[in-house]
Nanobody
Framework: QVQLVESGGGVAQAGGSLRLSCVAS????????IQWYRQAPGKERELVAT???????NYVDSMKGRFTISRDNAKNTVYLQMNSLKPEDTAVYYC????????WGQGTQVTVSS
C-alpha cells in the first residue's frame, strides 16, 4: 500500500523556520519524484517544490531562496526546509507522488504569525 505521511508542521513567527518531513512506504521510494504542495484557506492547492528520483530540484518562484527540498533515500523521507517564513505561507502542506495513481499524504498544518 502506497503511503505518504507528513509531519513537522506547527506555529512559527514571521521570519522563523520549520522543517517538514514526508515519510514514504509501499513503493520503491528512490525511483520516484516527490512534490510538496500547499493549500491555504479558501485557495486552490498549489505546487511548492519538486525533487526527482535523481535528486534534481525545482521551486515555484515565490519560494526560491527560502525553501529547500531534499531527500534521504535510506530513510524513505523527503524534507522541506522553510526559512524566512511569511504569514502568507500559512497553509496545509502535502506531499505527493505518482505510483500508477496519484498518492497524497494527509497534510500537515503550518501557521505563520506576524
Amino acid at each position: 500500500q502506497v503511503q505518504l505521511v507528513e509531519s513537522g508542521g506547527g506555529v512559527a513567527q514571521a521570519g522563523g523556520s520549520l522543517r517538514l518531513s514526508c515519510v514514504a512506504s509501499g513503493f520503491t521510494f528512490s525511483s520516484y519524484f516527490i512534490q510538496w504542495y500547499r493549500q491555504a484557506p479558501g485557495k486552490e492547492r498549489e505546487l511548492v517544490a519538486t525533487i526527482t528520483s535523481a535528486g534534481s530540484t525545482n521551486y515555484v518562484d515565490s519560494m526560491k531562496g527560502r525553501f529547500t527540498i531534499s531527500r534521504d533515500n535510506a530513510k524513505n523521507t523527503v524534507y522541506l526546509q522553510m526559512n524566512s517564513l511569511k504569514p502568507e505561507d500559512t497553509a496545509v502542506y502535502y506531499c505527493y507522488t505518482w505510483v500508477g495513481a496519484p498518492c497524497w499524504g494527509q497534510g500537515t498544518q503550518v501557521t505563520v504569525s506576524s
